[in-house]
């Protein structure tokens, strides 16, 4: 307990510094600008047993507290990433991160939790929960898990409840394209939001139309475009605006909120945006590659330097790129996620003639917060408070596990980044913790580098130096929504509340 009366550090009462007594080594980081997604301010954070204790100006310390200097640096959420494949069987393969390795490299960039996929095994998904529990037993990062729903039958739909009642899913994605793979019919899909909304658990949707897109695969393939940007050329965003707008109207039909994934296009965004000025309950999460990257890469004449960008929805011409970014800027999305589905350039070269067999995926878990921070504040486009919201707090209200994460709070989880504005980081495979050999981000150099992160109140990225610990992540479950799904209202009623410094409560 924390009380200034216990004379442990000489210190009266009335005095401004705070007391803290320490039994144990614990972790204090001095002298930096704590932000959160709505309160901004000079603090010291107190550290114990993985919990944020103390967030206040001048904290006094017992002698066996390590310090850590923050002066002049950003201390905030550590990331969360809402959208990771990890050891996913894909096309024939599997995406190349493990739990273990993209967990790692997530924390060398400043992510401290992500939320994976978990996939059904032949449309059966107590089945594919149990092996994705498996998988992330090596995990050394926190983690949570969406479930994909690939098929529709009485079983998907107990299976649901299950997971929803019994094992901390709140989340299920829905995949409109993909056909003969993932891909559900709007029939099915209908199904699914009704559940969903039965159980109070938040629908996502991959938004391409599977039929169109079929269609224009083998057109293409049959005009002899072989190469990856037959990718693009078959997938165009006309695809992922017909069904972003299709998947919008299906959910207000049923009257059930939306969270739209990988938004990658103008097509995309005008619909989101009309539903939002309606005030239809939709969320829309872009990802790192649609904001950073256009469609040229593609055109590479080396196959392997074209294919490491090919994923699903494409990444879009010029010009999507930025009306993404400020769609961020202004809140008609909300938060950014990766779609990290890294493949080495050996399984990628599976599509070397024919674009159709190319793993679609890219890498992102490590490079996002450094991408954001360069995209949106170092342009201007946003405030470091906004950054907070859009790559961790929005993340955590969403998925209601807000304030134990997403927040620099007492009482929150101790995962925290600390951000020097002032040194430069440069994204290369030669120095990257993901393990593939490509980069989609090489070379882009940011004013702006996570020194440090702390996740479950250990150090573990420190200038440089990994300190993880196979097997130290922990499952955390996403408890349902309310009927009025409660965890989308706080994202509105964040913006507007005020941070109390004096007794350190959220009015
Ligand atoms: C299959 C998975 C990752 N791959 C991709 N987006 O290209 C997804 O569609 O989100
Ligand atoms: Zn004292
Ligand atoms: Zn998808
Ligand atoms: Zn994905």
Same mark, same amino acid.
């Given at each position: 307990?924390f009380?200034l009366?216990?004379?442990?550090c000489g210190?009266?009462p009335?005095d401004s510094l705070?007391?803290v007594?320490?039994?144990?080594?614990?972790?204090?980081v001095k002298?930096?600008t704590?932000v959160?997604?709505d309160?901004?301010q000079n603090?010291d954070?107190?550290?114990?047993?993985?919990?944020?204790?103390?967030?206040?100006?001048n904290?006094k310390v017992?002698d066996d507290?390590?310090?850590i200097?923050?002066?002049g640096?950003f201390?905030?959420p550590g990331?969360i990433?809402?959208?990771?494949?990890?050891e996913?069987p894909?096309?024939g393969?599997e995406s190349?991160d493990?739990?273990?390795?993209?967990?790692?490299a997530?924390l060398?960039?400043?992510?401290?939790?992500?939320i994976?996929f978990?996939?059904?095994?032949d449309?059966? @998904?107590a089945?594919?929960?149990d092996?994705?529990?498996?998988?992330?037993?090596k995990?050394?990062?926190?983690?949570?898990f969406?479930m994909?729903?690939?098929?529709w039958n009485?079983?998907?739909?107990?299976d649901?409840?299950i997971?929803?009642?019994?094992?901390?899913?709140?989340s299920f994605?829905?995949?409109?394209a993909y056909?003969?793979?993932f891909?559900?019919t709007d029939?099915?899909f209908?199904q699914?939001?009704?559940?969903?909304?039965e159980?109070?658990? #938040?629908p996502?949707v991959?938004a391409e139309n599977?039929?169109?897109?079929?269609?224009g695969?083998t057109?293409?393939f049959?005009?002899?475009?072989?190469?990856p940007?037959?990718?693009? #050329?078959?997938r165009?965003?006309v @695809?992922?605006g017909?069904?972003t707008?299709?998947?919008?109207k #299906?959910?207000?039909?049923?009257?059930?909120p939306?969270?739209v994934v990988h938004?990658?296009?103008?097509d995309?965004?005008d619909?989101?945006s009309r539903?939002?000025?309606q005030g239809?309950?939709?969320?829309?999460e872009?990802?790192?590659?649609?904001?950073?990257?256009?469609?040229?890469?593609?055109w590479h004449?080396?196959?392997q330097?074209?294919?490491k960008y090919?994923?699903?929805?494409p990444?879009r011409p010029a010009?999507?790129?930025?009306?993404?970014?400020?769609?961020?800027?202004?809140g008609?999305l909300?938060?950014?996620?990766?779609?990290?589905c890294?493949f080495?350039?050996?399984?990628?070269?599976?599509?070397?003639h024919?674009?159709?067999?190319i793993p679609n995926g #890219?890498?992102g878990i490590e490079?996002r917060?450094h991408l954001?921070?360069?995209?949106?504040v170092n342009s201007g486009?946003?405030s470091v408070?906004?950054?907070v919201?859009?790559t961790s707090?929005a993340?955590?209200?969403?998925?209601?596990i807000?304030p134990?994460k997403?927040a620099? @709070?007492?009482?929150?989880?101790?995962?925290i980044?600390?951000?020097?504005p002032n040194?430069t980081?440069?994204i290369?495979?030669?120095?990257?913790?993901?393990?593939i050999?490509t980069n989609v981000?090489?070379?882009w150099?940011i004013k702006?580098?996570i020194?440090?992160t702390?996740?479950q109140?250990?150090?573990v990225w420190?200038n440089?130096?990994?300190n993880v610990e196979?097997?130290?992540?922990?499952?955390?479950?996403?408890p349902?929504?309310?009927?009025?799904f409660d965890?989308l209202e706080?994202?509105?009623a964040?913006?507007l509340r005020?941070?109390?410094?004096?007794?350190?409560?959220?009015?």
């Amino acid at each position: 307990s924390f009380s200034l009366s216990d004379g442990m550090c000489g210190l009266e009462p009335t005095d401004s510094l705070q007391c803290v007594t320490s039994t144990s080594s614990k972790i204090l980081v001095k002298g930096g600008t704590v932000v959160n997604a709505d309160y901004q301010q000079n603090a010291d954070v107190y550290i114990e047993d993985g919990i944020i204790k103390l967030v206040a100006p001048n904290l006094k310390v017992a002698d066996d507290v390590r310090i850590i200097d923050a002066a002049g640096k950003f201390v905030m959420p550590g990331g969360i990433d809402p959208h990771t494949h990890l050891e996913m069987p894909f096309m024939g393969t599997e995406s190349a991160d493990s739990f273990f390795t993209g967990q790692a490299a997530a924390l060398a960039g400043g992510t401290t939790m992500h939320i994976d996929f978990a996939l059904p095994i032949d449309g059966d @998904l107590a089945a594919g929960y149990d092996i994705w529990a498996k998988k992330a037993k090596k995990s050394c990062m926190d983690y949570g898990f969406h479930m994909a729903v690939t098929a529709w039958n009485d079983k998907v739909a107990k299976d649901m409840e299950i997971l929803v009642k019994e094992k901390g899913i709140n989340s299920f994605k829905f995949f409109l394209a993909y056909k003969g793979y993932f891909m559900v019919t709007d029939g099915e899909f209908l199904q699914g939001l009704r559940k969903c909304k039965e159980l109070g658990a #938040l629908p996502l949707v991959h938004a391409e139309n599977g039929d169109a897109v079929a269609e224009g695969q083998t057109r293409i393939f049959e005009q002899g475009i072989t190469g990856p940007e037959g990718h693009p #050329l078959s997938r165009p965003s006309v @695809l992922e605006g017909e069904a972003t707008g299709r998947a919008i109207k #299906l959910a207000h039909f049923v009257n059930t909120p939306l969270y739209v994934v990988h938004v990658m296009s103008i097509d995309a965004l005008d619909e989101i945006s009309r539903a939002r000025a309606q005030g239809i309950r939709v969320v829309g999460e872009p990802i790192a590659s649609g904001l950073a990257l256009n469609d040229s890469v593609h055109w590479h004449s080396d196959f392997q330097a074209a294919a490491k960008y090919v994923m699903s929805p494409p990444i879009r011409p010029a010009g999507h790129d930025k009306a993404l970014q400020a769609a961020l800027a202004n809140g008609v999305l909300q938060l950014v996620g990766t779609d990290h589905c890294p493949f080495t350039s050996e399984q990628k070269a599976a599509g070397k003639h024919d674009f159709r067999k190319i793993p679609n995926g #890219l890498n992102g878990i490590e490079e996002r917060m450094h991408l954001v921070w360069d995209l949106m504040v170092n342009s201007g486009k946003i405030s470091v408070k906004d950054y907070v919201r859009i790559t961790s707090t929005a993340c955590a209200q969403i998925y209601n596990i807000y304030p134990q994460k997403g927040a620099v @709070l007492p009482g929150s989880d101790a995962d925290i980044i600390i951000l020097n504005p002032n040194r430069t980081t440069t994204i290369s495979a030669k120095t990257h913790h993901t393990t593939i050999d490509t980069n989609v981000y090489e070379g882009w150099t940011i004013k702006g580098n996570i020194e440090v992160t702390i996740s479950q109140g250990k150090v573990v990225w420190d200038n440089g130096q990994l300190n993880v610990e196979k097997g130290a992540g922990r499952y955390i479950p996403m408890p349902p929504f309310g009927p009025l799904f409660d965890g989308l209202e706080k994202l509105d009623a964040a913006r507007l509340r005020s941070y109390n410094p004096v007794d350190r409560t959220i009015v």
